[in-house]
């Protein structure tokens, strides 16, 4: 049973980091992609970032890119996102999703992990 776990959110004030990860189960993903969505109240769910966990290629959406950094650690299924100079509108539920492609169509996700910004 595939299972993709994450950990790492929390409460931080603007300005400051936090580092995400999700730890995926029940299969090897070397050849999927991994991704980040991320999910404000009243908001529909949007995506982050996404990394090939075969070549290493990263995608980011415009509102991550230079702030956040996708990396991926194939011995252990897992994934991180690097998140600096956190604003307040980064304040989410952050999701772990894994695919067949870094850029759609994600068949497994995870609970979700609260990542709270305050100004």
């Known amino acids: 049973q595939v299972q993709l776990v994450e950990s790492g959110g929390g409460l931080v004030q603007a300005g400051g980091s936090l580092r995400l990860s999700c730890a995926a189960s029940?299969?090897?993903?070397?050849?999927?992609?991994m991704a980040w969505f991320r999910q404000a109240p009243g908001k529909e769910r949007l995506f982050v970032a996404s990394?090939?966990?075969?070549?290493?290629?990263?995608y980011y959406a415009a509102s991550a890119k230079g702030r956040f950094t996708i990396s991926r650690d194939n011995a252990v299924n897992t994934v991180h996102l690097q998140m600096n100079n956190l604003i307040s509108e980064d304040t989410a539920v952050y999701y772990c999703?894994?695919?067949?492609?870094?850029?759609?169509?994600?068949?497994?996700w995870g609970q979700g992990t609260q990542v709270t910004v305050s100004s």
């Open positions: 029940g299969q090897t993903f070397s050849n999927y992609g």
């Open positions: 990394i090939n966990m075969s070549s290493g290629n990263t």
């Open positions: 999703a894994a695919g067949k492609s870094a850029l759609r169509d994600f068949d497994y």
